[in-house]
RNA sequence: GGGCAAUUAGCUCAAUGGUAGAGCGACUCGUUUACACCGAGUAGGCCGUAGGUCCGAUUCCUACAUUGCCCACCA
């Protein structure tokens, strides 16, 4: 049998997938004495339905497949399950954007089932381009465990879990100020804001004549709805006035100001007095509940002004705020107007400005104690009263679940710190709908009470009508690990045999990038905490970003983008992923460097051309495997060094994936293979096999090693490691394990 | 403002309390049947700066500088 001079990925890597398609394997429960393996699990981070796959995936799903390889090849019940996310905002608009250029038509112009479906169908006639593309990274995902964020199965999860958290009075709704994205109509978390550096002006001011305490402020259009003013209670200026109330007239609204103390106002900053303006601004927000002051809103969902007149009334704020700085200066009460910086919020999805606003919406209450029932967490007993803020914290503190790199343990602690209630109520059409109905919803009906129903399914009976919003994207997401494994288990569950939930949860390693820490890891966390009582995985491995050349993200803006599968179909997947896992420490960013890829390439060959070498020397020489024992007489230092070497890179390999260091495991495996096996001993192998008292052992060795360093390399190079493994079947060099992928990892030499 | 990290060869990055490594690139030589997608070799680093601990520091500690990131939002 010959090899081509040359490996060529083009003809190999369609048809060796296909083959390990048919195998069944990538579905644990068909490994060979399923029942008797320990299992593993990895829940693919769903990319989002209607994405496409970018170097980010390539990186991701890379690593994974490599640790899910290893794992299947120490013998696990290995199950990496995959699924794709509905992404809410994100497809919701990118299907109006759309549809729009097609048809002309918006939301507006159908009904809410109507346009519910319409996304739909879109979306998922997009997953078939993702899932594709994920078959060509050579992926051994379990595709008959193939989940969706948004279809039945999880639905069923994502109602389950509303009403679990809704009973036990952690989820409720209520009128707060919440961040409102102007431009995409909707209410975002505070984690979906970004923040920006822009140049504005700071305003000094007094709101009348009559009103003895300038105030400073960068937006002075939202002062109309000011109810109170804040100094510190140490503020030797201000004292006489605490407590004091104003009837004032600003801008032509009426205001009704009380100066009020407070620790949080910095006396050092402007005039060291605060005009507070609860209903548009967080932090004042916060003062008022503290000092029971009255919200005013004056700025609608559109960001346009509702009070003022013909001065404000209708306005945009940017435009008000001019406005506002007019008559002030028409009046004499400005002061002073200085140049300075702020950080201005936007919605990280639609980059529409944020504006903070008074509004009914749905909350998970992260500081309120709930009854921890069938609890498998460390050091939280069963029945403990605790919030999820501790279950967040404490499972990480008490190293049930382990993140790694380490570092990212404290900017874990320190997000859940300052983490306020999440807000997971969405005004828009794509997603899961809140399960709940009301009746005699009008609030404003007076004496009617509104009666309130949240279960799994709509109530019997006339006159209900389901919350019109839908949950934040991340609250289906928080429940991956369990919903895609059977959660909730039906009540018809066959008993005596064990669930999928039983067998593979919790997960052993959740592997995102470290930029969705808090969106996914730590709600998935929250999520199974509370649900299962439970971890959702016990160790998390953050990879870094991959880069372009300048260092800088892949972005549409940038137009930097480089298709993996352009990468693939040049040097072929198993380049490309050495590539991308070579050199690439846990948590570090990655610069993507196509020579990189080429060079994996020219390793690749090097591998095939050995292969080449050592079966055609082997076949001429009508070798025989009786057995791998080397022969007593005859074994040459060279002999004995290679044996040595392959012990160490074993072991070397071995530890280094056990800790999920790959980036060293893959520099290993690549000296081994070509600075020692290639360089020198199969050159020392040609001297050898010309002596016949060396020959025999020389050609056992080049087997052994070669089947080794396959082995050894199989979780990073699939494909041609399997290529060549069914070339050495061929040829008889093989006698058991048909399959390179559910073959024996090396035993570690003694 | 608070925190985290990085700083090592021309570039991209590893490792490490005891003479510094890889990939890519550069240079020289070499086409003898595994591979030119190759081989043999060469050059190239006071391991950011300054202190400290230690017999010994690129590694541990402190300060500083530069860069990047996360969080807070001084209104």
Redesign the pocket.
């Known amino acids: 049998m010959e090899l081509d001079?040359?490996?060529n990925h083009e003809t190999v890597e369609d048809r060796i997938y296909k083959m390990w398609m048919d195998s069944g394997y990538f579905n644990p429960d068909k490994l060979p004495e399923a029942d008797k393996r320990e299992p593993f699990t990895i829940s693919l981070p769903p990319p989002n339905v209607t994405g496409v796959l970018h170097m980010g995936h390539a990186f991701e799903d890379t690593i994974q497949d490599t640790v899910i390889r290893y794992q299947r090849m120490k013998g696990k019940r290995a199950l990496w399950v995959p699924g794709t996310d509905h992404a809410a905002i994100a497809t919701q608009a990118k299907f109006e954007k759309e549809h729009y250029k097609k048809q002309g038509k918006s939301r507006h112009d159908y009904s809410r089932q109507d346009f519910f479906e319409m996304i739909q169908e879109f979306a998922l006639a997009n997953q078939k381009g993702i899932l594709s593309q994920l078959h060509k990274l050579g992926l051994s995902l379990d595709w008959s465990r193939l989940a969706f964020t948004l279809d039945k199965d999880r639905e069923l999860a994502v109602r389950t879990a509303f009403k679990q958290m809704y009973e036990a009075g952690l989820i409720y709704r209520a009128h707060r100020v919440v961040n409102w994205d102007v431009k995409g109509q909707t209410t975002v978390s505070?984690?979906e804001i970004e923040?920006e550096e822009t140049k504005t002006k700071l305003y000094t001011f007094r709101y009348s004549q009559d009103f003895p305490i300038p105030i400073?402020?960068?937006?002075p259009e939202t002062k109309v709805g000011d109810t109170a003013v804040a100094v510190h209670p140490e503020d030797s200026r201000y004292q006489k006035f605490i407590g004091r109330e104003f009837d004032l007239e600003f801008c032509n609204v009426p205001l009704h100001i009380k100066v009020i103390a407070d620790k949080?106002?910095?006396p050092?900053?402007?005039t060291?007095a605060?005009?507070v303006?609860p209903a548009h601004?967080?932090?004042?927000y916060e003062i008022a509940l503290r000092h029971n002051l009255p919200l005013k809103p004056v700025i609608n969902e559109f960001g346009k002004m509702t009070v003022g007149g013909a001065l404000l009334e209708g306005k945009k704020t940017a435009e008000a705020r001019l406005a506002v700085a007019g008559w002030l200066k028409n009046n004499n009460l400005l002061e002073k107007e200085e140049d300075?910086t702020?950080?201005l919020s936007r919605a990280q999805r639609t980059g529409g400005v944020i504006e903070p606003l008074p509004k009914l919406q749905w909350f998970i209450n992260v500081n309120s104690k709930f009854e921890i029932r069938n609890s498998k967490l460390k050091s939280i007993k069963d029945g403990e009263k605790i919030t999820l803020k501790d279950v967040m914290k404490r499972v990480v503190q008490n190293g049930q679940i382990k993140i790694m790199p380490e570092?990212f343990e404290?900017?874990y602690f320190?997000?859940i710190d300052?983490l306020r209630d999440w807000c997971i109520s969405r005004q828009i059409i794509y997603g899961h709908q809140i399960p709940v109905w009301y009746k005699n919803a009008g609030e404003a009906t007076g004496n009617r009470q509104q009666e309130i129903y949240c279960d799994t399914n709509p109530p019997k009976g006339e006159g209900w009508q389901q919350d019109t919003d839908t949950l934040d994207t991340w609250f289906s997401s928080g429940l991956w690990t369990f919903s895609t494994l059977g959660w909730p288990p039906s009540a018809k569950a066959s008993e005596g045999k064990l669930n999928d939930l039983q067998i593979y949860h919790p997960t052993s390693v959740m592997m995102p990038g470290y930029?969705i820490l808090?969106f996914w890891v730590a709600r998935m966390i929250l999520m199974s905490g509370f649900l299962l009582g439970d971890i959702p995985f016990r160790q998390v491995y953050l990879h870094g970003i991959v880069r372009d050349k300048q260092?800088r993200k892949f972005s549409k803006s940038l137009n930097n983008g480089i298709d993996p599968l352009e990468m693939t179909g040049k040097y072929g997947t198993d380049a490309l992923r050495f590539a991308l896992v070579f050199?690439a420490?846990p948590g570090?960013?990655?610069?993507f460097?196509e020579?990189?890829v080429?060079?994996m390439?020219?390793f690749?060959?090097?591998l095939w051309?050995?292969s080449?070498?050592v079966l055609?020397n082997l076949e001429n020489s009508k070798f025989e495997i009786r057995n791998s024992k080397l022969e007593a007489k005859g074994i040459t230092d060279a002999d004995k060094d290679i044996l040595a070497k392959l012990g160490a890179a074993i072991t070397n390999v071995t530890k280094n994936l056990d800790n999920f260091q790959l980036?060293?495991a893959a520099?290993e495996i690549?000296?081994f293979v070509?600075r020692e096996f290639?360089?020198v001993y199969?050159?020392a192998s040609?001297e050898q096999m010309k002596d016949k008292v060396l020959a025999e052992n020389t050609k056992k060795l080049l087997l052994h090693i070669l089947i080794n360093s396959i082995k050894l390399l199989h979780p990073f190079m699939p494909f041609i490691t399997e290529e060549l493994w069914q070339k050495l079947h061929e040829a008889k060099l093989l006698s058991k394990d048909s399959i390179l992928m559910v073959s024996d990892w090396p035993k570690e030499h003694k």
Do not use: C, P
């Not at 601004?281 to 004042?284: H, T």
């Open positions: 001079k040359a490996y505070d984690d923040y400073s402020t960068t937006r949080e106002v910095d050092a900053f402007g060291g605060l005009g303006t601004s967080m932090i004042d300075t702020q950080n570092r404290k900017i320190h997000w300052n930029e808090f260092g050199g420490a570090n960013d990655v610069i460097d020579q990189k080429k060079g390439k020219h690749g060959n090097k051309n050995i080449r070498f055609t980036h060293e520099q690549y000296q070509w290639a360089d199969l050159e040609k």
